[in-house]
């Protein structure tokens, strides 16, 4: 069965520094992608970043990179030059195989940037 | 383009109730994700829709039921409400197989 697990229930880190957020996945479906979503304290879920398994480089966007190695089934979120704005819930999620609506979510990663 | 729109954003129900939550998509996707977050099992998906079609199906009970029209907007109706069913509940769209999903604000559920 697919698995996502993020080992950091809680994270600190300081304004204007960057912070890595641990996601590593377990299927034996050669086809799946990899999501990262932020949830603030409004509820809202908001789509950061992307990586198929097939995708030869790592995905970026803007602020956002993700860390992909495929062999050891990780999918690390980098945020550099962390904002305040930045302090929520993170969630790494797989979609299912058969490529449909179905994400299979992590426990999620309380980040908190202090000033 | 106006995202994902959910109707209401707080409910408080009593147990044996049932419930109907809406959820407009962005405009042009057709296809509608509904998942529960509880603190305890965290993000499940409840099923999506395609077309006015069920396509998918998570692990949850009968009294959970949902429905797309043919304007991709969708509902979701959870009959005999149960303390446990207390929980946010969020739909997402996507415009084509592979994209992202978008999610709404949520509907934020009180089972009393």
């Known amino acids: 069965a697919q698995k996502i697990t993020q080992t950091q229930p809680g994270m600190f880190v300081q304004e204007k520094e960057a912070v890595t957020l641990d996601c590593t996945y377990d299927?034996?479906?050669?086809?799946?992608?990899l999501f990262w979503y932020k949830q603030p304290s409004s509820g809202e879920m908001i789509f950061l970043i992307y990586q198929g398994s097939y995708d030869q480089q790592n995905a970026t966007e803007g602020r956002y990179s993700l860390n992909f190695q495929k062999a050891r089934k990780s999918a690390n979120l980098v945020i550099s030059a962390s904002q305040l704005g930045d302090s929520a819930m993170y969630f790494c999620?797989?979609?299912?195989?058969?490529?449909?609506?179905?994400?299979?979510f992590g426990q999620g990663t309380t980040l908190q940037v202090k000033p | 383009k106006a995202g994902v729109t959910q109707t209401p954003r707080y409910l408080i129900k009593t147990r044996g109730q049932q419930v109907t939550l809406s959820c407009s998509p962005i405009s042009g996707h057709r296809s509608v994700s509904w998942y529960q977050q509880t603190p305890g099992q965290g993000l499940q998906f409840l099923f999506e829709y395609f077309s006015e079609t069920q396509r998918n199906k998570g692990n949850f009970p009968g009294r959970f039921s949902g429905r797309q029209f043919s304007n991709s907007r969708s509902e979701m109706n959870v009959s005999t409400l149960e303390l446990g069913d207390s929980a946010l509940y969020l739909c997402?769209?996507?415009?084509?197989?592979?994209?992202?999903?978008?999610f709404g604000n949520g509907t934020r559920l009180t089972v009393t």
């Open positions: 997402a769209s996507r415009h084509e197989q592979g994209a992202p999903l978008h």
């Open positions: 999620a797989m979609r299912d195989s058969g490529n449909t609506g179905k994400l299979i």
């Open positions: 299927t034996s479906d050669p086809s799946y992608g």
